[in-house]
């Protein structure tokens, strides 16, 4: 590796001790080190790490350390959902990143977003013990949510205490880091509509320590909590706020704030300002196949995929739905036993979406022309899910629905 020195040369290229490069590495402060046996291997041309002290003296922003020494890197915390990139050049934006933990997680990150959990689960489960508690964090919420379509509960289990146990340590940690263990924690924790932890700060707390896109996506989870309680004009305007003040800029939470504006929309009937959001996330997101958000949320999107998107984009459409099958099943593995709300599983993703608007109180036939189906058709699908469901009427469909 002739580009490449040893850690003892480095040492003394540097003046400090081995131990120090050794350091160095371990917490992804020299971009390219690479680890090669027991050893590091690091760039001939590497620049010198910033003493944080000095950095701090300067006035300029260092890795934050929390109460037991380890960094908190916002450079590794979840870096591609946190990046400005154009659509079409998710992919470039991830390999022109120097080798180390900030490409290996968004590597991660772009594998989950683009529907491939087992890759993403692997690339992660290298940072699972990191001492970068950015890396640490941002690994343990993709880990639990690509093993969760991966049906490996335990591993979702284990990566989701993990979350909990770092936000219960967080009132001792600086700033920096209970905003990071707030952020993934509140993510986790909502997106698997969970009661949120005893230990949870408001999210007005946290929201201004983190960076711009992990604050985008902090408030697209903000909007999907306040979905949850019902209270969808609210959820609606932080989204439409959010997205007006730079949150666009940021592919991945905007794909995620267009789609809540879609569920919002959809229960409140106004259909033509849901498909609006829902074409706009499309625009976004198919140019990379980051098609991931779709395939989770579709029982919550009031059948505009098999209305917008089936026809159009038939193939896309398949592939979604396969996403959701999938992150379904892991999904109600986790939540139903901790809610006691047995959200149903054995309707196929049409049959839910329609009992889904019917237990919303859409009449059979705004749900037939909103499909662009026979009142007959619609009505036979309602049928067979509350045959399946065995229930009698309609307000009994609620008990089993994302509502």
Known sequence: ???????????????????????????????????????????????KPADPRQTRRQGKSAPAKTASGALIDQANFMPL????????????????????????????????FTGHPEKAAKEAEAYLTSPDMGA???????????NLSLKRIQRAEFALGELNVSLANAGE?????????????FT????????????????????????????????????????????YDHSAGIVEATLAMGASDYPIPAIYLHLIAVMDYMSMKQTDRAEAHLLAAWE???????????????????????????PKWPEDFKRIIDITYRFSSGWRRVHNPRTGHDVADDLTTTEFAIAMLAARD?????????????VNTAKTH??????????????DLKQYMLL
């Open 382 to 395: 309602i049928s067979e899910a509350m045959r399946k469901l065995n229930v009698q009427n309609r307000k």
């Open 173 to 185: 940690q600086v700033p920096e880091f209970r905003a990071a263990a707030a952020f993934i924690s």
């Open 362 to 374: 859409w009449t059979t036939q705004e749900i037939a022309e909103h499909l662009k189906i026979s």
């Open 81 to 112: 959902m946190n990046t400005a990139f154009a659509p079409g050049k998710c992919r470039d934006t991830v390999e022109v990143m120097a080798p180390g933990p900030r490409r290996d997680i968004a590597t991660a990150e772009y594998h989950y």
């Open 188 to 231: 986790g924790t909502v997106l698997l509509h969970l009661p949120l932890p005893e230990e949870m700060p408001q999210a007005k707390s946290f929201l201004p320590l983190l960076p711009p896109g992990l604050r985008a996506f902090a408030l697209y989870v903000q909007a999907h909590y306040l979905y949850l309680k019902q209270e």
């Open 284 to 310: 976004i997101a198919r140019p990379d196949d980051l098609i991931e958000g779709f395939g989770e949320h579709h029982g919550l999107l009031g059948t505009l995929l098999e209305a917008v998107i089936k």
């Open 136 to 146: 640490r964090l941002s690994v343990c919420l993709l880990y639990a949510y690509a």
């Open 1 to 47: 590796m002739a580009n490449y020195r040893s850690t003892q040369e480095m040492a003394e290229k540097w003046g400090v001790s081995e131990r120090r490069i050794n350091q160095y590495c371990a917490e992804g402060r020299i971009p390219g080190a690479q680890r090669v046996g027991k050893a590091w291997a690091i760039p001939a041309d590497a620049e």
